[in-house]
């Protein structure tokens, strides 16, 4: 019923329409009633004196009579004339045909108003005979009908997946506000703009008062809405770093992760974090052709004045480059897959000469990444805090467990001090320091024993002391500490 067509026979205005249809109906009506009139005197005369005597003139005439009312009866059909108001509307084989239209009308208009609808007017038929290819089709009742109520107009209706979002007398308009959220993500290279959701424009009945202003549409369509991805943690991560890098509060994360200890991250962990998506998302392609290095082909050699894992470049070759045409797909502007369509390579790619080291690796060199001295819970992390009613800054962790619990290498190197702390480190107490090689060194402090002495090689995971709460501490806890180039950096960087 969507799209409907109006009465042809409009044209002719309702009154002339009426007095045509009347007259067709009193024309017929009277060829039958004359024939029938006819053809009883015929009967009478032929009967008369109690003889049937039909002569072959009485039977040519009945014949006739009998003709004509064949003919109407075969050309025209009863019919009714439906009047609206006194407006002549067309014919139906009988007041239940119009009356069924009029129910359609009145059960779509209250469901498009929202409210119980009945449409008011003075209806009345009148019987008629009408050629039956001349019967008004239904539809054009209902249309006529539906013009008739103020409320309800004919509009292009814009949905996505099913939800309205506005409309226009103009399908142009709407047209326009979904080539405005495509815009944004086209450039010279897209070949193709598609969104992902249904988005249909349909020509329908709606309330007059529906929602026509194309700003209030485009507000809808470009929302965001937020979503769920995840993030896979780096080293030097920290989980308030993470939080501001995804525009969220440290609260937010957490909340997004009920199961992690905000405190205590690792390199590879994946968190969830926040992500908005549009209310109305769009796929573009892009056919891009651009210039693209090639790596170097690595060569190694082996070299037994190095240990083994180390290495060392002897010459860094140079990349090749190649010409490369693509097809890049992306959601939102964002890169979802590349399907490479072909390459051509400008200048190959020079060796890459790598030594490697073939030499025993003594037990105590550093393996570059850094375990756990002990665990337990953490109640200091590093940064600004308030203790013994004074804010300052945290150089370290401090991970509390139970008087005399072992305390570990956290990598291989050299012991640079084991003792009492003095001067700038009284508070310390009894500590640890190990030398890791390229500037970095790690921190034991609080010990209630030292185990290794200056100088010592010590192995990663080896005994170096053990959990006590000398110096300056309110109790039993290892303050863990990392330094690069003498500057404190925050252990839950490289802590594995």
């Known amino acids: 019923m969507d799209e ?23 024309t017929a009506g009277a060829a039958l009633r004359t024939g029938a009139e006819r053809f009883r005197r015929w009967t009478d005369t032929a009967t008369a004196g109690g003889r049937r005597i039909i002569s072959p003139l009485h039977f040519l005439a009945a014949a006739a009579v009998l003709g004509v009312a064949a003919v109407v009866t075969t050309v025209y059909t009863p019919a009714y004339v439906v009047e609206l108001n006194g407006v002549a509307l067309g014919t139906v084989t009988s007041p239940q045909v119009f009356e069924e239209a009029l129910d359609r009308v009145e059960a779509r208009a209250t469901s498009i108003l929202g409210y119980d609808y009945t449409l008011d007017g003075d209806i009345s038929y009148s019987l008629a005979l009408i050629e039956p290819e001349n019967l008004t089709p239904t539809a054009s009742f209902e249309t006529y009908l539906f013009d008739q109520i103020g409320d309800v107009m004919k509009n292009y209706v814009l949905t996505v997946n099913g939800q309205f979002i506005g409309a226009s007398q103009d399908r142009d308009t709407l047209t326009a506000v979904l080539d405005q959220i495509k815009a944004a993500y086209i450039n010279e290279n897209t070949i193709s703009a598609e969104f992902t959701s249904g988005v249909y424009i349909t020509h329908e009945y709606t309330a007059a008062n529906v929602n026509q202003d194309a700003d209030v549409m485009l507000a809808t369509l470009t929302s965001n809405t937020n979503g769920k991805t995840t993030y896979e943690v780096k080293q030097g991560d920290t989980f308030v770093g993470i939080a501001a890098a995804n525009d969220m509060t440290l609260s937010e994360l957490e909340a997004l992760n009920p199961d992690v200890d905000s405190s205590v991250i690792y390199i ?102 850094y375990i756990w001295p002990v665990y337990g819970n953490i109640t200091s992390s590093f940064g600004y805090r308030s203790i013994f009613g004074s804010y300052s800054y945290h150089s370290g962790l401090d991970i509390a467990t139970a008087y005399g619990t072992t305390i570990k290498a956290s ?28 500037g970095v060194q790690t921190y034991y402090a609080h010990c209630s024993s030292l185990l290794v002495s200056t100088g010592d090689k010590v192995y990663q995971g080896q005994p170096i002391a053990r959990v006590g709460s000398t110096g300056r501490s309110t109790g039993n806890h290892c303050h863990f500490e990392v330094k690069i180039n003498g500057t404190s950096v925050n252990p839950l960087a490289y802590l594995n």
């Not at 044209?11 to 009193?26: K, N, P």
């Not at 992306?330 to 400008?346: A, D, I, P």
């Open 4 to 26: 409907i067509l109006h009465l042809p026979q409009q044209e002719e205005g309702g009154e002339r329409l009426t007095a045509r249809l009347r007259a067709r109906a009193e």
């Open 268 to 369: 590879g962990q994946i968190l969830n974090v926040k992500e908005e998506i549009p209310f109305l998302s769009v796929k573009t392609v892009d056919h891009v052709t651009y210039t693209e290095s090639i790596a170097c082909p690595v060569v190694e050699v082996e070299d037994d004045t190095m240990y083994q894992g180390e290495s060392k470049v002897l010459d860094a070759g140079t990349p090749g480059e190649q010409v490369v045409t693509a097809d890049v797909a992306y959601l939102n502007g964002v890169e979802q897959e590349r399907e490479v369509l072909s390459t051509e390579v400008t200048r190959e790619a020079t060796n890459k000469v790598i030594a490697v080291g073939t030499k025993v690796r003594p037990s105590w060199l550093p393996t570059g990444s």
């Open 411 to 438: 990598d291989g190197g050299t012991v640079v001090w084991s003792g009492t702390g003095t001067g700038s480190y009284w508070s310390y107490g009894n500590y640890v320091v190990i030398d890791h090689g390229n």
